[in-house]
Each structure stands twice: as structure tokens, then as C-alpha cells.
């Protein structure tokens, strides 16, 4: 195989919501190409929120790590001189493209500002209103078609789908039966919660029809044969317990990679990543050196067939979203531990997802007193239900678990040990508390 073509789809806010990650949701394309590629079981983000889960996609490096302490738009960037994928694949003789939604910028930028474009290393921005996926999917469909054509090196194109992000009433049309869609075993059965689950399946089914144009597309032009197709997304669901949360349900996120070098096409994979390592397995893909100093390692050989786990544990961490909300955590293949480092609710959940359908029916059960420490056994409790910090029984885990963060933190300098890190709070929650409807602290 030639220095390969690379085409990386993400996705916004999916988790591993898809048919063939056992869901019930419409997914055929998707569905299809995890039949024919490599499918990924344990690969997480280490931030619950898009543009710091995005950054270290890009970077290689937590989000502490390479600056990207919050989201884009809110002034949170990477920092300047930290290199990115785009920028290593250009330095490897990769023309390097964005179409869509990126959520990422590099440097000083002003405030609203969502994408850096050619500082972040891509030698063109496709700017898309709105970023859904069939606009989106158009504009790469006109540029395979081009390059079929006229092709002098190979490509790397970043396409970013604003499915399935809220709000998702423009996909009524698309939408379930509320009373057929799987509720989430984080969630109560209620009305509005169907409801709401019935709606973003409308929004995934847009975003599956999209990821079959582009395979067909490849297919149609004869470059699918030098061409790896990397199908992923930023983090957990849209909805109560997920996104903002770093249980499982906020970090899950979906991996399904195709090559036509591939040895073991339907295979799953069950070692445990995190998507630090994309960025050194692409540039192990492309043949391109890999920067010393990265906190993720390439997995490539898991898609030659390879069995070896690169790693026993990833760090998470989430800083600020729409208001300042500090934690960090570790996850290893058995146990899980959250350290909250302010008063708040149990779950955090930003506001998108606080005034929706489903969290409209969750505040109350939601909103009480967080703990200090959260330790988990998440082979024998996926859902996170049990607590044990407090068990003796488990204190050494704990006081292992502890240490790890806490040498994690010393190590990378981490802000949050100089104190409260500077963001600007969405003026929506003071609205919501003058009506009484969020988290009332303990200190009060």
C-alpha cells in the first residue's frame, strides 16, 4: 500500500450510540462498515466536552497538557507552538483538509471564534454553515471527485458533523416512535425521556446516510483501495449522566476503522485506548515520524492484527464547559476514580442538556451533594451505581487510584493546583438559579 489517503469522520456528542455497538438505532451504513473494518469496544476521550476531547485528538497530549482547558467559542485554546496532526501529516507530504465542524483554534483568538483552520495545520477550510452532515458530505463528495481526477500526493481530510449535537427538533421528521427507542439504563423511562432519545435518533440516522455517501463515493472513484476511513466521535451522549459526566457514559466514544490493507476485517478489539492515541497511530499509518513527548501511543498494530495493549490506565478531566466545574480521574480496565474538587450536584449537566426533555426529569435526582472521591468496579458495576470510596475493602485501590492523579497532576503542572481557572459562566445558570432550578450548594 502507498503512503495511504486518510479520511477521519467525527461526529458531535454520539458515545457508542449505534446498532452495531448493541444500541437501537437505525445505523446500516455504519453497521456496514464495522462488518468490514475493525471495531473498537474500549476507546475512550479524556474530556466529557468537544473542543478539549477535539484538542487532544489533534495534539496527542491531555487537555491540560495542550491548553484547551474549555471550550473554543468560550476563548479556551491550544497552545501556540504545540504541533498538531495536520500539521506532522503536511510535514509528511500530506495535503491536509477541514470540511465541517472542527471546534478547535491554536493561539489567541478572539472570543467566539470556533476554528483556527490553517494555524491548526490544514492547508484549506471548507466552512460550512451549520455543519449537517448532508451540506457537509456534498462539498467532500465534489473534492473526492476531484482528486480521482487530478491526485499529486496523498490526502488527509478532517470531516466534522455537527449530528448528533443538540438541539435536535430538526430531525422530527427523522425521528422514532418514542415508544419503540431503548431508554438508557442511566435514565428513568419517562415520557419526555423518550421523547428526546425518539428525536436524536432522527439527528443519527442523518448522520449514518452521510458516512455511507462518503464510503460509496470512495468506492465510485477508485480511491477506496489507498484509503483508510477512520469513523469516530468526541464523546458521551447528549444527555443527563453523559456528556459533562467522566462515567463511562461521558467518555465512551465509538472507533470503527477501515483500510484495504486490512488482514481481519470484522474484527472487535477490546484493549483499552483513549483517543490521545490517534494521532501517533496516523502518523504510524502515513509512514510519518511521531513527535517525542506525546501523551497517547499508536495502536496501529491492533489493526494489523496485532493483540499487544499499549496501556493500562488514560487519564480524564474536565474544567470548564458553560461554567466552572473541575475534575480529574483515572480509568483502568477494572476500576474508575473521579476526584471533585468543588461543591456541586452529582451530575453535572451542561445547560443544553439541563433544560432539555430529559433533563427537565432528572434535576431532582440529579442535583444533590457530589463527593469528594468516586471509586468504581467497572467490570462488575458499568453503570457506575456503587461508590466504594468510602469501603474499606477497597482502600488500597483507592489509595493507589488517588496517587496516580495525583502524581498525574504534579507531573503536567496541572492548573487547577494553583486554584479556580479563569472562564466565563453561561448567563443562562444565573437565570435558572433566580428560578430556583439548579444545584443548590451545601456552603450556602
Known amino acids: 500500500m502507498n503512503q495511504p489517503n486518510i479520511v477521519f469522520i467525527i461526529s458531535h456528542d454520539t458515545g457508542r450510540y449505534l446498532g452495531t455497538y448493541g444500541h437501537k438505532v437505525e445505523t446500516p451504513d455504519i453497521d456496514a462498515m464495522a462488518e ?54 503536511q510535514n509528511a507530504g500530506y495535503e491536509t483538509r ?41 462539498y467532500v463528495e465534489d473534492y473526492l471527485e476531484e482528486k480521482a481526477q487530478n491526485q499529486d500526493k496523498p490526502f488527509f481530510i478532517n470531516i466534522g458533523y455537527e449530528e448528533t449535537h443538540r ?29 428526546d432519545l425518539a428525536l436524536m435518533n432522527g439527528s443519527t440516522k442523518v448522520f449514518d446516510r452521510a458516512v455511507g455517501r462518503v464510503r460509496r463515493k470512495l468506492e465510485e472513484t477508485g480511491l477506496a483501495e489507498n484509503t483508510i476511513v477512520i469513523l469516530t466521535t468526541d464523546h458521551g451522549l447528549a444527555f443527563p449522566r453523559a456528556k459533562g459526566s467522566l462515567k463511562d457514559s461521558g467518555i465512551e466514544t465509538f472507533l470503527i476503522v477501515h483500510s484495504p490493507a486490512m488482514v481481519d476485517k470484522g474484527a472487535v478489539r477490546d484493549q483499552l485506548l483513549c483517543n490521545v492515541d490517534m494521532m501517533p497511530t496516523i ?6 515520524e511521531i513527535p517525542e513527548g506525546l501523551d ?31 475534575m480529574r480521574g483515572v480509568r483502568t480496565h477494572k476500576y474508575k476514580y473521579i476526584r471533585n474538587f468543588e461543591d456541586g450536584p452529582d451530575v453535572y449537566m451542561p445547560y443544553d442538556i439541563h433544560s432539555s426533555l430529559s433533563g427537565q426529569d432528572v434535576r431532582e435526582q440529579f442535583y444533590v451533594p457530589n463527593s469528594e472521591e468516586e471509586l468504581y468496579d467497572v467490570e462488575n458495576d458499568p ?19 488517588r496517587g496516580r492523579v495525583d502524581r498525574w497532576m504534579k507531573e503536567t503542572n496541572d492548573p487547577i493546583l494553583h486554584g479556580p481557572v479563569e472562564g466565563v459562566e453561561s448567563t443562562k445558570w444565573a437565570e435558572e438559579a433566580a428560578k430556583g432550578q439548579t444545584y443548590e450548594s451545601r456552603n450556602k
Not at 497530549?61 to 504545540?82: D, Q, S, V
Not at 499487544?308 to 487519564?315: L, V
Request: proline share 7%; aromatic share 10%; with cysteine.
Open 283 to 288: 502518523l504510524d499509518l502515513a509512514g510519518a
Open 36 to 89: 468490514n473494518g475493525v471495531q473498537f469496544n474500549q476507546y475512550y476521550c479524556p474530556a466529557p466536552q468537544c473542543s478539549p476531547s477535539r484538542a487532544s485528538v489533534l495534539t496527542g497530549l491531555y487537555p491540560h497538557n495542550n491548553g484547551m482547558l474549555g471550550l473554543a467559542h468560550k476563548h479556551f485554546t491550544i497552545k501556540e507552538g504545540t504541533t498538531t496532526l495536520p500539521k506532522e501529516l
Open 167 to 195: 438541539p435536535f427538533d430538526e430531525y422530527e421528521d427523522e425521528a422514532d416512535d418514542p415508544a419503540d427507542v431503548e431508554v438508557l439504563s442511566y435514565l428513568p423511562d419517562t415520557e419526555n425521556v423518550r421523547k
Open 383 to 401: 453503570k457506575e451505581d456503587n461508590n466504594l470510596a468510602a469501603d474499606p475493602a477497597y482502600a488500597e485501590v483507592l489509595e493507589d487510584l
Open 98 to 138: 477541514l470540511f465541517g465542524l472542527s471546534h478547535e483554534t491554536i493561539g489567541e483568538e478572539p472570543q467566539g471564534v470556533t476554528t483556527s483552520g490553517t494555524k491548526l495545520g490544514y492547508d484549506h477550510y471548507q466552512e460550512v454553515p451549520g455543519n449537517r452532515a448532508p451540506k457537509v458530505t456534498d
Open 296 to 326: 497517547g501511543k499508536s495502536f496501529a498494530h491492533l489493526l494489523k492484527g496485532g493483540e499487544e495493549e499499549i496501556r493500562d490506565e488514560f487519564f480524564c478531566e474536565l474544567t470548564w464547559h458553560d461554567r466552572f466545574h473541575p
